[in-house]
């Protein structure tokens, strides 16, 4: 059961000196026509470093956010990353990093919001201290990032990727602090998009379920660092035998490449989508969708203006039809 937890859980053009090579290869639907310089935060694992590893291949000049010294030199040593010290929850280094990409004069054509945490808990015998720590990464991290940046995103007419989660759409026992955090970057998302508009900035949000990443590690480590302790819990049978006590591996999942390769889809095509859903198996897609209609059934049900079946078909037709 445990297992299920946290599987579920896891659910401008540029100056010329940039390098060219390979950008042809970058898929026939995308405007991914000059290399262009992009920040990704969070670059030091999981889906971070797989974006900013494939883009850099490409020709594209990355500026990867990392926070330990060590990943920091190792991104720093890839042919077009240029690693900047960056804790989205640290405002001085937010500061700094803009400095660097400014005095860089590359341009920043687009920014990559990829950093995140968990911590699975009930919600009851949640401490506030975690859940701030949550929405100070998940959420605020997005948020302060993009204010950041947002001169620089203006002056490319370039575009946000934020990396939500299918969590952003469904939840889950234990599931809730990491969920909220992710229902709120969908919003995040939307209201930015509708702003950003007027200045052509396209705001795009990926939303993965289940890769391979540290992540399940993270977790495992700092509900270690809790104590591991459920004894006093009302919830201790469902904490029995979970999965992430185990460590949090995730090896069995899909790699982050194949979220790479979405980020790509909302980066550089010409239209990019809203939101891109990136999931390892149908189930996901399933449950994520049903939760949808699941929704949008309750909204519906028994409020002055209730669409009947038909009414609901026709509304789905209407904007089937506004997708194209
Ligand atoms: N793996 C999945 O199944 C899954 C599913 C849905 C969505 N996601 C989302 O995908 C994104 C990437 O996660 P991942 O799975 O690749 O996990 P990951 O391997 O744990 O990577 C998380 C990244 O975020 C960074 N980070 C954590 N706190 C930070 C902070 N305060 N400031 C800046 N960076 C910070 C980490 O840096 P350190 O190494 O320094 O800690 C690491 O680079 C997250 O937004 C996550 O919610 C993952």
Same mark, same amino acid.
């Given at each position: 059961?445990?297992?299920?937890?946290?599987?579920?859980?896891?659910?401008?053009?540029?100056? #010329?000196?940039?390098?060219?090579?390979?950008?042809?290869?970058?898929?026939?639907?995308?405007?991914?026509?000059?290399?262009?310089?992009?920040?990704?935060?969070?670059?030091?694992?999981?889906?971070?470093?797989?974006?900013?590893?494939?883009?850099?291949? *490409? +020709?594209?000049?990355?500026?990867?956010?990392?926070?330990?010294?060590?990943?920091? &030199?190792?991104?720093?040593?890839? @042919?077009?990353?240029?690693?900047?010290?960056?804790?989205?929850?640290?405002?001085?280094?937010?500061?700094?990093?803009?400095?660097? =990409? *400014?005095?860089?004069?590359?341009?920043?054509?687009?920014?990559?919001?990829?950093?995140?945490?968990?911590?699975?808990?009930?919600?009851?015998?949640?401490?506030?201290?975690?859940?701030?720590?949550?929405? @100070?990464?998940?959420?605020?991290?997005?948020?302060?990032?993009?204010?950041?940046?947002?001169?620089?995103? %203006?002056?490319?007419?370039?575009?946000? =990727?934020?990396? #939500?989660?299918?969590? #952003?759409?469904?939840?889950?026992?234990?599931? +809730?602090?990491?969920?909220?955090? /992710?229902?709120?970057?969908?919003?995040?998302?939307?209201?930015?998009?509708?702003? $950003?508009?007027?200045?052509?900035?396209?705001?795009? %949000?990926?939303?993965?379920?289940?890769?391979?990443?540290?992540?399940?590690?993270?977790?495992?480590?700092?509900?270690?660092? /809790? #104590?591991?302790?459920?004894?006093?819990?009302?919830?201790?049978?469902?904490?029995?035998?979970?999965?992430?006590?185990?460590? +949090? &591996?995730?090896?069995?999942? $899909? +790699?982050?490449?194949?979220?790479?390769?979405?980020? @790509? /889809?909302?980066?550089?095509?010409?239209?990019?989508?809203?939101?891109?859903?990136? =999931?390892?198996?149908?189930?996901?897609? &399933?449950?994520?969708?049903?939760?949808?209609?699941?929704?949008?059934?309750?909204?519906?049900?028994?409020?002055?203006?209730?669409? &009947? *079946?038909?009414?609901? %078909?026709?509304?789905? @037709?209407?904007? %089937?039809?506004?997708?194209?």
């Amino acid at each position: 059961m445990v297992r299920f937890v946290l599987i579920t859980f896891l659910s401008m053009a540029l100056p #010329g000196s940039l390098p060219t090579v390979a950008l042809a290869e970058a898929g026939s639907d995308s405007a991914e026509t000059s290399p262009k310089a992009i920040l990704v935060t969070g670059a030091s694992s999981g889906s971070g470093r797989a974006i900013a590893e494939s883009l850099a291949a *490409r +020709g594209h000049f990355v500026f990867a956010g990392a926070r330990k010294q060590k990943d920091l &030199d190792e991104l720093n040593a890839i @042919d077009n990353i240029q690693s900047v010290r960056l804790d989205v929850t640290v405002q001085g280094e937010i500061d700094a990093a803009v400095k660097t =990409v *400014r005095e860089s004069e590359r341009g920043l054509y687009a920014i990559v919001n990829n950093a995140g945490v968990g911590l699975p808990a009930p919600l009851i015998e949640l401490e506030e201290a975690d859940l701030d720590f949550i929405f @100070d990464v998940n959420v605020y991290g997005p948020y302060r990032i993009t204010r950041a940046f947002a001169p620089l995103l %203006i002056e490319s007419r370039g575009r946000v =990727v934020n990396i #939500g989660s299918i969590a #952003g759409v469904q939840t889950r026992t234990f599931y +809730g602090p990491y969920s909220m955090s /992710k229902h709120a970057l969908e919003a995040f998302t939307d209201a930015l998009a509708m702003e $950003m508009a007027k200045f052509d900035v396209k705001v795009s %949000i990926v939303d993965p379920g289940g890769f391979n990443s540290n992540i399940g590690k993270n977790i495992y480590n700092r509900l270690k660092e /809790k #104590g591991l302790n459920f004894d006093d819990s009302l919830y201790r049978e469902e904490w029995e035998g979970n999965w992430v006590l185990s460590g +949090g &591996d995730l090896s069995g999942m $899909m +790699g982050p490449e194949v979220i790479a390769a979405t980020v @790509d /889809k909302a980066l550089f095509s010409e239209n990019p989508r809203r939101r891109y859903m990136i =999931v390892g198996d149908p189930g996901r897609a &399933d449950a994520t969708m049903r939760a949808l209609l699941r929704r949008m059934l309750e909204l519906n049900e028994d409020q002055a203006y209730t669409y &009947d *079946r038909e009414g609901l %078909i026709r509304l789905l @037709d209407e904007e %089937i039809a506004k997708m194209d």
